[in-house]
């Protein structure tokens, strides 16, 4: 373990060393050319150097030194201190900031002393005056033509802007028009002189951009998200030392669990990840290049990866050819978040699939963070949800944090119904379920058949989990029901039962909403309906089935073939999704055959008889509302459906309100005819008159 008080020590004991031998090569200089000026008849060889060369004119012009502080000439041939050497012991001994940096940005000996120099004007007082005494009072400042000349090994390419003084910004050049850059002012950059010091943090440039990407650490991701990692790490530490790092493409639909992924990788990897804003990302391209070579320096000292999320509509051309352009300027990690693998970001990029815990390993994170209070609710919770670690620890945290009436199994149930509503309500129409089992009628068979529905759901995790159901396949693990029958025979009330005693979110579908005359868009709607409703606790309910579940026809036109697909779509989807779906229809016929396989439970809804006609009518009223000498066995004699007696119900209630009587058989009969004109049926005014009169 390396013990950072002794590196940082170390580190300024070197740092400390390396600018002494630069000051020891600007003092010997700065003597030379005060023999120079001093001494007329010294040894020309004595003072040779490549700013000499270019600058006769300048040291003639230079002001004198006193005569007592000119060295003699053997001073100016002294030996000079040699450059500080670093010899690493073993891991616990990490070079210094500067032999990292030069190592990791390729930097030359010369251009390494360059950037000493510079940064040497932030960490001694005295290299201003130095500098001046070196070339000239007006010039308190390292230049090229200082650095030339003073320091060893000397090489005019280091002044190239493809080198890497320039490239990576290293140094800051103040060089006013018409002025040579030779004799341009030069600057450390305050990044790379803090990093010197052994300062190692985000550059200031960059903080609006990105920020630390927090996740679950490696030891705490699932076994089958390691693997995700794994996969990327193998890859990664498998390339040759002058290969180009891959695009690392996490193809998924739950954006945290490919967050689980990139951290873990960047971990092993022995990096820090961060998150990119991509939608502030510049678009002019010179603008971009220079966060590129910014961003490309930040990944070699911290060094650290990048995360990314690519554009999920059409209309984002512009945001795409950006984050096409940066990543062609990078030579570093950079994950790419993506709901599907996109060929524009290159060949070379690696797919990986990052998808969320199994329900196992669900059920595992359900345990750990619930320990002694866990109880039975992890199997539950595990076998009616789809959520990744995130939402696990926050729903199990707030549950365990509230005080409340409820017990913590339904506080935990109730934090994950909230955790997966928000991205549904979007799609779909939320309907409050307020029926319960005491008031829905039905015959027995078709009772036996919802109650059937409700076990199943309930008893997933056992069946599927426990004893391994879920290992035969990996299709057909939701449950489908088929409500068929006329308009008012119960089958809406009978999904709200059902998710009043799921305690699930009822959605119904709005058709009008979903499906599109344009191509392709019907299929994108209906993909992100199941794509949201696959995290679990809500109960999707197709109302008017027929008109999105059809029959495939024959192919006669393009209209044919795209509305097939449409429907072989809706036919993989179902298949595949792992809720609880109830598609409803009064025409079964009209329903694709297909669609009929993959369904688990089909309930007939048929028209009441007496006897069920008479029991919703007893159920109808609430225990509140006032009545009086009330027929239900003639009431039930109204060949009507359970929906229409709901309205007659509601109807003559209206009515006893506006007269301020209790409600009669009377005001009822009233409303039945009111209902039966709606519904233009023909009125036996014998079967609607009052009992007793004329």
């Keep these: 373990m390396i013990d950072a008080a002794k590196w940082q020590e170390d580190n300024t004991k070197y740092l400390a060393s390396a600018v002494a031998a630069i000051r020891a090569r600007l003092h010997r200089h700065a003597k030379a050319e005060s023999s120079a000026l001093m001494m007329a008849d010294a040894p020309k060889e004595e003072h040779r150097s490549v700013w000499r060369l270019f600058s006769k004119r300048q040291i003639s012009s230079a002001p004198a030194e006193p005569a007592h502080a000119i060295a003699p000439a053997s001073a100016l041939t002294e030996p000079l201190p040699a450059f500080p050497t670093f010899n690493a012991v073993d891991e616990t001994n990490p070079p210094p900031a500067l032999v990292t940096l030069t190592a990791r940005l390729g930097l030359s000996a010369f251009e390494r002393d360059i950037l000493l120099l510079c940064a040497a004007m932030e960490l001694d007082t005295g290299m201003a005056a130095l500098c001046a005494r070196a070339q000239e009072p007006a010039r308190p400042y390292p230049t090229f033509a200082l650095a030339l000349t003073v320091l060893d090994e000397p090489a005019w390419e280091a002044l190239s802007p493809e080198r890497p003084l320039r490239y990576w910004r290293l140094i800051e050049i103040n060089q006013p028009a018409g002025q040579p850059l030779t004799v341009s002012a030069l600057r450390a950059d305050e990044r790379i002189v803090n990093y010197l010091k052994g300062l190692n943090y985000l550059d200031d440039r960059l903080a609006a951009l990105v920020w630390p990407l927090e996740g679950t650490e490696l030891q705490d991701a699932p076994q089958s998200q390691r693997s995700s990692s794994d996969t990327i790490v193998a890859r990664v530490q498998q390339l040759p030392k002058e290969g180009r790092l891959p695009v690392v493409q996490l193809v998924g639909r739950d954006g945290p669990s490919k967050e689980v992924v990139a951290v873990a990788a960047a971990a092993q990897l022995g990096l820090k990840i961060f998150r990119l804003q991509t939608g502030m990302l510049p678009q002019q391209p010179a603008d971009l290049e220079a966060l590129a070579r910014l961003w490309q320096r930040e990944s070699l000292l911290l060094p650290a990866a990048l995360y990314l999320e690519a554009p999920t509509s059409e209309g984002e051309g512009a945001r795409m050819q950006a984050i096409q352009l940066l990543l062609s300027r990078l030579d570093a990690l950079v994950f790419v978040d993506t709901q599907e693998a996109v060929p524009a970001l290159g060949s070379s990029s690696l797919v990986v699939e990052a998808a969320k815990p199994t329900p196992a390993e669900q059920q595992a994170a359900w345990s750990a963070v619930l320990g002694d209070a866990a109880g039975k609710s992890p199997g539950v919770l595990a076998g009616n949800f789809d959520l990744?670690?995130?939402?696990?620890?926050?729903?199990?945290?707030?549950?365990?944090?509230?005080?409340?009436?409820?017990?913590?199994?339904?506080?935990?149930?109730s934090g994950a119904v909230a955790a997966t509503r928000p991205r549904l309500d979007a799609l779909a129409q939320r309907i409050e379920p307020k029926a319960t089992w005491d008031d829905i009628v039905l015959p027995a068979a078709e009772a036996k058949l919802l109650r059937q529905i409700a076990d199943q759901v309930g008893n997933r995790n056992m069946v599927y989990e426990e004893w391994g159901f879920r290992e035969k396949t990996s299709r057909g693990l939701g449950i489908s029901a088929l409500f068929s029958g006329a308009s008012g025979t119960g089958k809406t009330m009978a999904a709200e039962v059902l998710a009043n005693d799921l305690q699930?979110?009822?959605?119904?579908?709005?058709?009008?909403?979903?499906?599109?005359?344009?191509?392709?868009?019907?299929?994108?709607?209906?993909?992100?309906?199941?794509?949201?409703?696959?995290?679990?606790?809500?109960?999707?309910?197709?109302?008017?089935?027929?008109?999105?579940?059809?029959?495939?026809?024959?192919?006669?036109?393009?209209?044919?073939?795209?509305?097939?697909?449409?429907?072989?779509?809706?036919?993989?989807?179902?298949?595949?999704?792992?809720?609880?779906?109830?598609?409803?229809?009064?025409?079964?016929?009209?329903?694709?055959?297909?669609?009929?396989?993959?369904?688990?439970?089909?309930?007939?809804?048929?028209?009441?008889?007496?006897?069920?006609?008479?029991?919703?009518?007893?159920?109808?009223?609430?225990?509140?509302?006032?009545?009086?000498?009330?027929?239900?066995?003639?009431?039930?004699?109204?060949?009507?459906?359970?929906?229409?007696?709901?309205?007659?119900?509601?109807?003559?209630?209206?009515?006893?309100?506006?007269?301020?009587?209790?409600?009669?058989?009377q005001l009822i009969l009233d409303a039945v005819r009111t209902e039966f004109r709606k519904l233009e049926r023909p009125i036996n005014e014998q079967d609607l008159r009052r009992q007793g009169a004329a």
């Design 388 to 413: 990744n670690l995130r939402a696990i620890r926050d729903v199990a945290r707030q549950a365990l944090a509230q005080d409340g009436a409820n017990d913590l199994q339904q506080r935990l149930w």
């Design 504 to 665: 699930l979110s009822l959605y119904r579908i709005d058709l009008s909403a979903v499906v599109s005359k344009y191509i392709g868009e019907t299929e994108k709607n209906l993909r992100r309906l199941f794509d949201a409703a696959d995290d679990g606790g809500a109960l999707l309910f197709f109302d008017e089935a027929d008109a999105l579940f059809g029959k495939r026809s024959e192919v006669k036109d393009s209209h044919d073939r795209y509305a097939n697909i449409e429907v072989n779509y809706l036919l993989q989807r179902m298949e595949a999704y792992r809720g609880l779906a109830i598609l409803a229809t009064n025409m079964k016929t009209a329903l694709d055959q297909a669609f009929l396989r993959r369904l688990r439970f089909i309930v007939p809804f048929q028209f009441p008889g007496v006897a069920e006609r008479k029991a919703i009518w007893q159920k109808v009223f609430p225990h509140r509302t006032p009545s009086e000498s009330l027929d239900f066995d003639r009431l039930a004699r109204l060949n009507i459906t359970g929906g229409d007696i709901q309205n007659v119900a509601l109807n003559s209630a209206f009515l006893a309100a506006q007269a301020g009587t209790p409600i009669t058989m």
